[in-house]
């Protein structure tokens, strides 16, 4: 097996085509797990000193120092409240929209959903000094309402873009069926059209929420020190102490992202995804 690693033997076993296939496929595993290893390696280096491909010292002193952090615990509760908090009030706001956009045809439809695209087509940090503006103006800077509406504005598109592609794939003659046999519009919907919808719903849920654990601009700037997520946290730490503290956090920021996706894995897909991209 070792006289593949020479590349001049490798290109010849397998031939040109699957050698360049493989180069492509090993540069994208580098470029897109590099980071993620490279921050696990620093979370559990004592000492790095760049060039350094590796520590020069292994253990969990930044791990300790963290825990001992007494904004550690605060900043977790805080993270989940909100992203609780913005995840139930999409669902409440977006879902009925997304229904809506699903099977009303009217003037000014694909214009709307198209809409959702803008909080993400532009550089957030513009859209929330914009929106500050107002926020001061109503008095929601530094309210925990105010984190939740910044939260929500950069979660909405998942929120109703997901959800309206699976009601679509909900036929009305499936409906209709529950109709004729006395079911009323109310008990049709949540017997019939919402479980059937539900893995898109799903979908879109997981993205809200992880999207919300995770944004820190918009909280860092509408919070005012107030409300601290642990994304904000973490801002804190890298700027008044080394890479391997906010390695740390990184890593805790990523349990409760992995946990999530393990538990809806069977919701999740390419299918699920796309779909929630298609303008009918």
């Not at 036929?171 to 919808?197: C, N, S, W, Y």
């Amino acid at each position: 097996m070792f006289k593949y690693l020479n590349p001049k033997r490798f290109y010849f076993a397998v031939g040109k085509k699957k050698f360049w296939e493989f180069i492509v496929l090993a540069v994208f595993i580098l470029f897109f797990y590099g980071p993620l290893l490279n921050m696990i390696m620093m979370a559990f280096a004592n000492e790095y000193e760049p060039p350094h491909l590796l520590a020069t010292e292994w253990g969990t002193y930044w791990w300790d120092f963290i825990f001992q952090q007494n904004s550690l615990k605060s900043s977790m509760v805080q993270s989940f409240l909100v992203a609780i908090i913005t995840t139930v009030c999409s669902m409440i706001i977006c879902i009925p929209a997304a229904f809506s956009l699903a099977r009303f045809k009217y003037p000014g439809r694909k214009l709307f959903m198209l809409s959702f695209l803008l909080t993400n087509a532009f550089p957030k940090i513009g859209i929330f000094i914009s929106i500050g503006v107002l926020f001061y103006k109503y008095n929601l800077m530094g309210t925990l309402a105010g984190v939740v509406i910044i939260h929500m504005i950069t979660t909405m598109m998942f929120m109703v873009w997901l959800p309206s592609s699976a009601f679509r794939t909900v036929h009305p003659q499936q409906e209709e069926a529950a109709r004729d046999v006395g079911a009323g519009p109310i008990r049709t919907f949540f017997k019939v059209t919402l479980p059937m919808a539900m893995p898109g719903i799903a979908v879109a849920t997981l993205y809200t929420f992880l999207g919300s654990m995770e944004e820190a601009q918009g909280t860092l700037l509408v919070g005012m020190g107030r409300i601290t997520t642990m994304p904000v946290e973490m801002y804190g730490i890298i700027m008044d102490y080394p890479g391997q503290a906010g390695a740390v956090f990184g890593v805790l920021l990523m349990i409760p992202s992995a946990v999530m996706i393990f538990l809806m894995r069977k919701y999740i897909g390419p299918d699920a995804i796309a779909g929630g991209f298609k303008m009918k």
